[in-house]
Protein backbone atom coordinates (compact mmCIF):
# COMPACT_ATOMS: atom_id res chain seq x y z
CA UNK A 1 0.00 0.00 0.00
CA UNK A 2 1.74 3.46 -0.99
CA UNK A 3 2.64 5.27 1.88
CA UNK A 4 1.82 2.50 4.41
CA UNK A 5 5.08 2.42 6.51
CA UNK A 6 3.72 6.24 7.76
CA UNK A 7 2.08 6.38 11.18
CA UNK A 8 0.08 7.66 11.36
CA UNK A 9 -0.85 6.29 8.07
CA UNK A 10 -0.87 7.90 4.38
CA UNK A 11 -3.98 8.35 2.90
CA UNK A 12 -4.62 10.19 -0.72
CA UNK A 13 -6.68 13.44 -0.50
CA UNK A 14 -8.01 14.94 -3.47
CA UNK A 15 -10.43 17.72 -3.22
CA UNK A 16 -14.06 17.61 -4.88
CA UNK A 17 -12.55 20.85 -7.09
CA UNK A 18 -10.05 22.42 -8.01
CA UNK A 19 -9.71 25.28 -6.71
CA UNK A 20 -6.68 26.99 -4.94
CA UNK A 21 -6.48 29.51 -2.86
CA UNK A 22 -4.60 32.86 -4.86
CA UNK A 23 -0.86 34.11 -4.14
CA UNK A 24 -0.12 37.06 -1.96
CA UNK A 25 2.13 39.23 -3.27
CA UNK A 26 3.18 40.42 0.31
CA UNK A 27 4.63 37.42 1.16
CA UNK A 28 7.72 38.16 -1.40
CA UNK A 29 8.88 40.80 0.81
CA UNK A 30 10.61 40.15 4.19
CA UNK A 31 9.11 41.84 7.03
CA UNK A 32 9.05 41.04 10.74
CA UNK A 33 7.54 37.64 11.81
CA UNK A 34 4.70 36.96 13.37
CA UNK A 35 4.71 36.19 17.24
CA UNK A 36 3.82 32.17 16.69
CA UNK A 37 3.81 30.35 13.43
CA UNK A 38 0.67 30.03 11.11
CA UNK A 39 0.66 26.21 10.72
CA UNK A 40 2.85 23.71 12.86
CA UNK A 41 2.44 20.26 10.91
CA UNK A 42 3.90 17.58 12.87
CA UNK A 43 5.98 14.69 11.31
CA UNK A 44 5.17 11.56 11.09
CA UNK A 45 7.47 8.81 12.22
CA UNK A 46 7.86 5.52 9.52
CA UNK A 47 8.14 2.11 10.56
CA UNK A 48 9.09 -0.60 8.08
CA UNK A 49 9.41 -4.15 9.11
CA UNK A 50 11.97 -3.47 11.79
CA UNK A 51 13.28 -0.66 10.61
CA UNK A 52 12.25 2.65 12.18
CA UNK A 53 12.81 6.15 10.97
CA UNK A 54 11.52 9.67 11.14
CA UNK A 55 10.80 11.78 8.39
CA UNK A 56 12.96 14.08 5.56
CA UNK A 57 10.50 16.86 4.73
CA UNK A 58 11.58 19.50 2.45
CA UNK A 59 9.25 23.09 1.71
CA UNK A 60 8.09 25.49 -0.78
CA UNK A 61 6.12 28.16 -0.53
CA UNK A 62 3.28 27.64 -3.04
CA UNK A 63 -0.05 30.36 -3.02
CA UNK A 64 -2.18 29.97 0.05
CA UNK A 65 0.38 27.72 1.54
CA UNK A 66 3.14 25.47 1.93
CA UNK A 67 4.12 22.15 -0.17
CA UNK A 68 5.73 19.58 1.86
CA UNK A 69 7.67 16.35 0.59
CA UNK A 70 8.11 12.99 2.46
CA UNK A 71 10.87 10.61 2.16
CA UNK A 72 12.73 8.53 4.96
CA UNK A 73 15.07 10.29 6.69
CA UNK A 74 18.30 7.63 7.15
CA UNK A 75 17.19 4.70 4.78
CA UNK A 76 16.05 5.98 1.14
CA UNK A 77 15.04 2.41 -0.01
CA UNK A 78 12.01 2.44 2.28
CA UNK A 79 8.94 2.48 0.28
CA UNK A 80 7.38 4.92 1.90
CA UNK A 81 6.72 9.15 0.37
CA UNK A 82 4.13 11.51 0.25
CA UNK A 83 3.61 15.27 -0.78
CA UNK A 84 1.35 17.33 1.20
CA UNK A 85 -0.80 20.48 0.15
CA UNK A 86 -1.40 22.70 3.16
CA UNK A 87 -2.76 25.65 3.25
CA UNK A 88 -2.15 28.77 5.80
CA UNK A 89 -5.70 28.44 7.24
CA UNK A 90 -4.73 24.16 8.81
CA UNK A 91 -6.79 23.04 5.62
CA UNK A 92 -5.18 20.12 4.11
CA UNK A 93 -5.60 20.62 -0.03
CA UNK A 94 -4.26 17.19 -1.22
CA UNK A 95 -2.04 14.65 -0.26
CA UNK A 96 -0.61 11.75 -2.39
CA UNK A 97 1.02 8.87 -0.75
CA UNK A 98 3.74 6.93 -2.78
CA UNK A 99 5.47 3.49 -2.62
CA UNK A 100 8.50 4.89 -3.66
CA UNK A 101 8.76 8.86 -3.29
CA UNK A 102 9.41 10.92 -6.49
CA UNK A 103 13.41 11.66 -7.19
CA UNK A 104 12.31 15.07 -8.50
CA UNK A 105 9.84 17.49 -7.16
CA UNK A 106 10.16 21.34 -8.40
CA UNK A 107 7.75 24.44 -8.10
CA UNK A 108 8.15 27.95 -8.34
CA UNK A 109 7.86 30.02 -5.28
CA UNK A 110 5.89 32.79 -6.28
CA UNK A 111 2.71 33.93 -5.69
CA UNK A 112 1.29 33.05 -9.09
CA UNK A 113 2.95 29.15 -9.50
CA UNK A 114 -0.18 26.76 -10.81
CA UNK A 115 1.98 23.73 -11.41
CA UNK A 116 4.39 21.16 -9.60
CA UNK A 117 7.20 18.64 -12.10
CA UNK A 118 7.53 15.67 -10.40
CA UNK A 119 9.84 12.81 -11.68
CA UNK A 120 11.03 9.36 -10.84
CA UNK A 121 14.55 7.43 -12.79
CA UNK A 122 14.93 4.15 -13.26
CA UNK A 123 18.60 2.40 -13.82
CA UNK A 124 18.48 -0.53 -16.52
CA UNK A 125 21.29 -2.78 -16.30
CA UNK A 126 22.50 -0.82 -19.79
CA UNK A 127 22.36 2.20 -21.32
CA UNK A 128 21.51 5.69 -19.78
CA UNK A 129 18.89 6.02 -17.42
CA UNK A 130 14.98 6.73 -18.14
CA UNK A 131 12.98 9.16 -16.34
CA UNK A 132 9.42 10.12 -16.16
CA UNK A 133 8.12 13.59 -15.29
CA UNK A 134 4.99 14.49 -14.85
CA UNK A 135 2.61 17.97 -14.60
CA UNK A 136 0.70 18.14 -11.40
CA UNK A 137 -1.79 21.09 -10.29
CA UNK A 138 -1.01 22.67 -7.40
CA UNK A 139 -5.03 22.76 -6.66
CA UNK A 140 -5.40 19.31 -6.46
CA UNK A 141 -2.38 17.53 -6.89
CA UNK A 142 -3.61 15.72 -10.20
CA UNK A 143 -2.26 15.63 -12.79
CA UNK A 144 -2.66 18.71 -15.10
CA UNK A 145 -1.31 17.61 -18.41
CA UNK A 146 1.56 15.34 -20.15
CA UNK A 147 4.89 16.01 -20.20
CA UNK A 148 4.81 15.65 -24.04
CA UNK A 149 1.67 18.21 -23.89
CA UNK A 150 4.07 20.58 -21.91
CA UNK A 151 6.65 20.24 -24.81
CA UNK A 152 4.01 20.82 -27.28
CA UNK A 153 2.98 23.78 -26.16
CA UNK A 154 6.10 25.38 -25.90
CA UNK A 155 6.76 24.05 -29.81
CA UNK A 156 9.42 21.90 -28.55
CA UNK A 157 10.19 19.50 -31.09
CA UNK A 158 13.35 16.70 -32.17
CA UNK A 159 15.54 14.88 -29.83
CA UNK A 160 15.01 17.66 -27.02
CA UNK A 161 11.68 16.23 -26.54
CA UNK A 162 13.53 13.22 -24.82
CA UNK A 163 15.93 15.29 -22.66
CA UNK A 164 15.46 14.37 -18.93
CA UNK A 165 18.79 15.22 -17.03
CA UNK A 166 18.25 17.64 -14.69
CA UNK A 167 21.12 19.84 -15.14
CA UNK A 168 20.56 22.75 -12.50
CA UNK A 169 20.43 21.40 -8.51
CA UNK A 170 18.84 23.46 -5.67
CA UNK A 171 15.05 22.49 -4.74
CA UNK A 172 14.08 26.20 -3.97
CA UNK A 173 15.38 27.01 -7.79
CA UNK A 174 12.72 28.95 -10.24
CA UNK A 175 13.88 27.27 -12.85
CA UNK A 176 14.47 23.18 -14.33
CA UNK A 177 17.23 22.93 -17.15
CA UNK A 178 17.37 19.10 -18.75
CA UNK A 179 19.79 17.77 -21.13
CA UNK A 180 20.30 14.31 -22.75
CA UNK A 181 21.00 11.46 -20.51
CA UNK A 182 24.30 9.63 -20.57
CA UNK A 183 27.50 10.83 -20.20
CA UNK A 184 28.56 11.20 -23.75
CA UNK A 185 30.84 14.40 -24.89
CA UNK A 186 28.18 17.30 -26.01
CA UNK A 187 28.33 18.53 -29.39
CA UNK A 188 27.48 22.21 -31.12
CA UNK A 189 23.99 20.56 -31.77
CA UNK A 190 23.23 19.52 -28.51
CA UNK A 191 20.28 21.77 -26.74
CA UNK A 192 19.54 22.16 -23.02
CA UNK A 193 15.48 22.78 -22.28
CA UNK A 194 14.96 25.48 -19.95
CA UNK A 195 11.82 25.67 -17.84
CA UNK A 196 10.59 28.51 -16.00
CA UNK A 197 8.32 27.01 -13.28
CA UNK A 198 6.00 30.24 -12.43
CA UNK A 199 4.48 30.50 -16.32
CA UNK A 200 5.97 27.07 -17.58
CA UNK A 201 7.49 28.13 -20.74
CA UNK A 202 10.08 26.01 -21.95
CA UNK A 203 12.68 27.08 -24.76
CA UNK A 204 15.93 25.35 -25.95
CA UNK A 205 19.25 26.50 -25.91
CA UNK A 206 22.34 25.31 -27.21
CA UNK A 207 24.92 24.11 -25.29
CA UNK A 208 27.75 26.97 -24.30
CA UNK A 209 30.61 26.47 -27.00
CA UNK A 210 32.88 25.99 -23.61
CA UNK A 211 30.93 22.70 -22.50
CA UNK A 212 31.37 21.42 -26.07
CA UNK A 213 33.33 18.27 -25.73
CA UNK A 214 32.73 17.74 -22.33
CA UNK A 215 30.25 15.11 -20.86
CA UNK A 216 26.62 15.81 -21.72
CA UNK A 217 25.91 15.37 -17.82
CA UNK A 218 28.58 17.77 -16.41
CA UNK A 219 28.11 20.90 -18.25
CA UNK A 220 28.09 23.49 -14.81
CA UNK A 221 25.42 25.08 -14.85
CA UNK A 222 24.38 28.21 -11.72
CA UNK A 223 22.03 30.97 -11.76
CA UNK A 224 23.67 34.40 -11.75
CA UNK A 225 23.05 37.37 -9.46
CA UNK A 226 20.66 38.89 -11.85
CA UNK A 227 18.47 35.37 -12.36
CA UNK A 228 19.71 34.42 -15.51
CA UNK A 229 21.67 31.30 -16.28
CA UNK A 230 25.34 31.33 -16.01
CA UNK A 231 27.73 28.31 -17.68
CA UNK A 232 31.11 27.47 -15.52
CA UNK A 233 34.42 27.01 -16.82
CA UNK A 234 34.34 23.02 -16.51
CA UNK A 235 37.90 22.92 -15.31
CA UNK A 236 38.19 25.71 -13.57
CA UNK A 237 36.10 26.23 -10.55
CA UNK A 238 35.20 30.15 -10.27
CA UNK A 239 35.21 31.29 -13.73
CA UNK A 240 31.97 31.86 -15.98
CA UNK A 241 32.66 31.46 -19.34
CA UNK A 242 28.76 32.11 -20.63
CA UNK A 243 25.50 33.89 -20.05
CA UNK A 244 21.98 32.90 -21.34
CA UNK A 245 20.53 35.44 -23.67
CA UNK A 246 16.83 35.15 -25.47
CA UNK A 247 18.52 33.37 -28.08
CA UNK A 248 21.51 31.77 -26.89
CA UNK A 249 24.87 32.73 -24.78
CA UNK A 250 26.79 35.79 -24.34
CA UNK A 251 30.56 35.69 -23.75
CA UNK A 252 30.71 39.63 -23.15
CA UNK A 253 32.82 40.26 -20.19
CA UNK A 254 30.95 42.98 -18.96
CA UNK A 255 27.72 41.02 -19.86
CA UNK A 256 29.32 38.03 -17.44
CA UNK A 257 30.09 40.33 -15.15
CA UNK A 258 26.51 41.61 -14.85
CA UNK A 259 24.69 38.29 -14.14
CA UNK A 260 27.42 36.73 -12.09
CA UNK A 261 27.65 39.81 -9.62
CA UNK A 262 30.80 39.94 -7.17
CA UNK A 263 31.32 36.75 -4.97
CA UNK A 264 33.20 36.18 -1.61
CA UNK A 265 34.89 33.21 -0.22
CA UNK A 266 37.17 32.85 3.10
CA UNK A 267 40.67 31.42 1.77
CA UNK A 268 44.40 31.52 2.71
CA UNK A 269 47.04 29.10 3.94
CA UNK A 270 46.36 26.67 6.70
CA UNK A 271 43.48 28.02 9.13
CA UNK A 272 44.06 31.65 8.47
CA UNK A 273 40.94 31.87 5.73
CA UNK A 274 40.79 35.39 5.19
CA UNK A 275 36.97 37.24 3.30
CA UNK A 276 37.85 38.06 -0.09
CA UNK A 277 35.61 39.55 -2.98
CA UNK A 278 35.95 37.99 -6.34
CA UNK A 279 34.81 38.80 -9.74
CA UNK A 280 33.13 36.57 -12.21
CA UNK A 281 36.35 35.17 -13.52
CA UNK A 282 37.35 34.33 -10.27
CA UNK A 283 39.82 36.76 -9.60
CA UNK A 284 40.02 38.91 -6.44
CA UNK A 285 38.39 42.41 -6.31
CA UNK A 286 39.02 43.06 -2.36
CA UNK A 287 40.43 41.01 0.63
CA UNK A 288 39.58 41.63 4.43
CA UNK A 289 42.66 40.57 6.19
CA UNK A 290 40.53 41.11 9.78
CA UNK A 291 37.73 38.88 9.00
CA UNK A 292 38.79 35.04 8.85
CA UNK A 293 36.97 32.12 8.62
CA UNK A 294 35.85 30.40 12.47
CA UNK A 295 36.96 26.87 12.08
CA UNK A 296 33.51 25.84 12.96
CA UNK A 297 30.34 24.32 11.69
CA UNK A 298 27.76 27.25 11.42
CA UNK A 299 27.01 30.73 8.99
CA UNK A 300 29.89 32.02 7.68
CA UNK A 301 29.45 34.06 4.73
CA UNK A 302 25.99 34.77 2.60
CA UNK A 303 25.35 37.91 0.05
CA UNK A 304 22.15 39.52 0.17
CA UNK A 305 21.85 42.18 -3.03
CA UNK A 306 24.81 44.65 -2.79
CA UNK A 307 25.43 43.46 1.12
CA UNK A 308 27.95 40.54 1.73
CA UNK A 309 26.86 39.17 5.62
CA UNK A 310 30.10 37.19 7.41
CA UNK A 311 30.53 36.02 10.96
CA UNK A 312 34.06 35.97 11.18
CA UNK A 313 37.15 35.78 13.85
CA UNK A 314 39.81 38.52 14.12
CA UNK A 315 42.52 35.90 14.72
CA UNK A 316 42.53 32.17 14.53
CA UNK A 317 44.68 29.88 17.19
CA UNK A 318 44.16 25.85 17.09
CA UNK A 319 46.24 25.41 19.72
CA UNK A 320 43.46 27.38 22.11
CA UNK A 321 41.09 25.73 23.71
CA UNK A 322 38.45 28.23 22.05
CA UNK A 323 40.66 28.83 18.80
CA UNK A 324 38.54 31.99 17.63
CA UNK A 325 39.32 35.50 19.26
CA UNK A 326 37.65 38.79 18.01
CA UNK A 327 34.44 37.56 17.32
CA UNK A 328 31.95 39.68 15.15
CA UNK A 329 29.45 40.08 12.70
CA UNK A 330 30.04 42.04 9.85
CA UNK A 331 28.06 43.69 7.39
CA UNK A 332 29.89 45.03 4.16
CA UNK A 333 29.61 46.44 0.89
CA UNK A 334 29.47 43.63 -1.73
CA UNK A 335 31.61 45.31 -4.58
CA UNK A 336 34.10 47.25 -2.03
CA UNK A 337 34.48 44.75 1.20
CA UNK A 338 34.16 47.81 2.81
CA UNK A 339 32.42 47.65 6.56
CA UNK A 340 28.85 49.11 6.68
CA UNK A 341 27.99 47.41 10.00
CA UNK A 342 29.42 45.50 12.60
CA UNK A 343 28.48 43.37 15.61
CA UNK A 344 30.45 42.53 17.94
CA UNK A 345 30.49 38.98 19.41
CA UNK A 346 29.11 35.58 18.44
CA UNK A 347 26.14 35.28 16.47
CA UNK A 348 23.92 32.67 14.95
CA UNK A 349 22.47 33.24 11.90
CA UNK A 350 19.73 31.64 10.37
CA UNK A 351 16.55 32.28 8.11
CA UNK A 352 18.50 34.40 5.63
CA UNK A 353 17.40 36.23 2.66
CA UNK A 354 15.48 39.35 1.09
CA UNK A 355 16.86 41.81 3.03
CA UNK A 356 16.59 40.13 6.93
CA UNK A 357 18.03 37.39 9.09
CA UNK A 358 17.10 35.73 12.15
CA UNK A 359 19.93 35.95 14.83
CA UNK A 360 20.82 34.63 18.39
CA UNK A 361 23.61 36.36 20.30
CA UNK A 362 25.93 37.68 20.87
CA UNK A 363 27.38 34.89 22.99
CA UNK A 364 30.17 35.52 25.09
CA UNK A 365 33.49 34.06 24.39
CA UNK A 366 34.45 30.64 25.67
CA UNK A 367 31.20 30.61 27.70
CA UNK A 368 29.90 27.56 26.49
CA UNK A 369 26.42 29.32 27.53
CA UNK A 370 23.56 28.75 24.39
CA UNK A 371 20.71 31.75 23.96
CA UNK A 372 17.86 30.74 23.16
CA UNK A 373 16.52 34.53 22.38
CA UNK A 374 16.28 34.81 18.69
CA UNK A 375 15.44 38.62 16.99
CA UNK A 376 15.21 39.52 12.89
CA UNK A 377 17.85 41.71 11.83
CA UNK A 378 17.55 44.47 8.67
CA UNK A 379 20.92 43.14 6.71
CA UNK A 380 21.13 46.62 5.37
CA UNK A 381 21.48 48.25 8.89
CA UNK A 382 22.78 45.08 11.47
CA UNK A 383 19.77 46.74 13.61
CA UNK A 384 16.77 44.26 15.33
CA UNK A 385 13.55 45.09 13.29
CA UNK A 386 11.19 45.77 15.50
CA UNK A 387 11.10 45.04 19.35
CA UNK A 388 9.81 41.12 19.48
CA UNK A 389 12.24 38.27 20.58
CA UNK A 390 11.17 34.52 20.30
CA UNK A 391 12.20 32.07 22.83
CA UNK A 392 10.81 28.50 24.11
CA UNK A 393 8.90 26.96 22.37
CA UNK A 394 9.99 28.59 19.27
CA UNK A 395 13.50 28.06 17.84
CA UNK A 396 15.19 29.11 14.94
CA UNK A 397 18.26 26.98 15.57
CA UNK A 398 19.77 24.93 12.97
CA UNK A 399 21.69 21.90 13.74
CA UNK A 400 25.14 20.82 13.19
CA UNK A 401 26.19 18.40 10.03
CA UNK A 402 22.99 16.04 8.92
CA UNK A 403 21.38 17.05 12.03
CA UNK A 404 17.36 17.67 11.51
CA UNK A 405 17.14 21.05 12.84
CA UNK A 406 16.98 23.67 9.75
CA UNK A 407 15.78 26.77 8.17
CA UNK A 408 14.43 27.89 5.23
CA UNK A 409 13.18 30.94 3.92
CA UNK A 410 11.15 32.05 0.83
CA UNK A 411 10.75 35.37 0.52
CA UNK A 412 8.66 36.53 3.79
CA UNK A 413 7.89 33.03 4.82
CA UNK A 414 9.95 31.27 6.70
CA UNK A 415 9.99 27.35 7.65
CA UNK A 416 11.69 25.83 10.67
CA UNK A 417 12.03 21.94 10.98
CA UNK A 418 13.58 19.60 13.31
CA UNK A 419 12.88 16.24 13.95
CA UNK A 420 9.40 16.28 15.20
CA UNK A 421 7.48 19.00 13.29
CA UNK A 422 7.59 21.96 10.10
CA UNK A 423 6.44 24.68 11.35
CA UNK A 424 5.50 27.87 8.65
CA UNK A 425 5.91 31.85 9.63
CA UNK A 426 4.50 34.81 8.04
CA UNK A 427 5.27 38.31 8.52
CA UNK A 428 3.18 40.14 11.13
CA UNK A 429 1.04 41.79 8.79
CA UNK A 430 -0.01 38.36 7.47
CA UNK A 431 -0.16 36.15 10.44
CA UNK A 432 -3.17 33.84 11.36
CA UNK A 433 -3.80 32.26 14.27
CA UNK A 434 -1.83 28.90 14.81
CA UNK A 435 -3.21 25.99 13.21
CA UNK A 436 -1.72 22.62 13.71
CA UNK A 437 -2.54 20.27 11.10
CA UNK A 438 -2.48 16.69 11.41
CA UNK A 439 -0.87 14.23 8.55
CA UNK A 440 -3.00 11.73 9.11
Excluded at 176 to 199: C, K, Y
Excluded at 251 to 267: E, L, N, P, W
Excluded at 269 to 291: A, K
Excluded at 382 to 394: A, C, F, I, Y
Aim: hydrophobic fraction near 40%; glycine fraction near 12%.
Amino acid sequence: MPGGGFEPGCVDLTPATAVAPEGDPALDDAGLLGAEPVVQFPLPTIRVGDVTDFSRPRLWRIPGGMLVELRPYNDGALPVGALVAIDADGDVRWRRCFARPPDLVATAQSASAEELVVGWTTWGAAGPPGTELEVWSLADGRPSRTWDELLAANGISGAATEHRANLLWGSDLPMLVFGPQGDRPATAGDTLLVLDLATMVMRELPYPAGAVGEPVNMVRLELGADGRLVAFDPLVYRRAIAVATADGWSTDSADIDRAVGVRVAFDGPGVQLELNGIDSQGEELWRRGDILAPPFEGFHSAIDGDMAIAAGCAAVDMNLDDPCTGWALWGLDLRTGATRWMREGRFAVTGFGSGAAMVAGPFTDGSGEFLTDWTMIDLATGQQVGERSWTEPWSFGVGCCDEPARVYRSGGVVFTVDREKVEMWYPEAQTTPLQVVSFG
